[in-house]
């Protein structure tokens, strides 16, 4: 009996080493729940230390959203700033979340899509340092100037850094 759950806590064991040493190319990723509602004036802000400036990286934003997302694309106002200093870097991004009949993109099974979309990519840090990248949403209804005060359907905002190699 004893020999049983000493081999199942090894196999578990084993698992979890296999399942989490798979994804070598990760640097950073991280996730901060929106409990399916965004406000327009909520500012999501990930920090990260960053000690290689010569290697290449790409970064993603991660966003997990499920069929009470009403739009086909979604808008982000995204800020990095650098160590150590006042200056950030904006961008304003536009992605598509929904096929031409509606429903949602992304990978999942259920009515959760997790979509990865690309902000930049075979970038290098130009100082060591903590890094700082807020990220807005900017949707607007079509013809209207004020934007979404909710924006319902997207559950989750994360970030991730991957090395290129």
Sequence with gaps: MLTTTLQNSCAAFALLFLVCSCDKSRVFDEYKSL??????????????????????????????????YPYNNLYLIVQMQDPGTKLVKVDTLEYQMANPDGTLMGQGFSDVKESKLWYKEKVNFPKAGKYKVSIQHAVRKGGQVPGVEELEGITDLGFRIETTE
């Design 35 to 68: 409990n399916g509602k965004w406000n327009k004036d909520s500012i999501v802000s990930f920090s990260f230390d960053q000690k290689d400036t010569v290697s290449k990286y790409n970064m993603f934003i991660n966003v997990r959203s499920n069929n009470a």
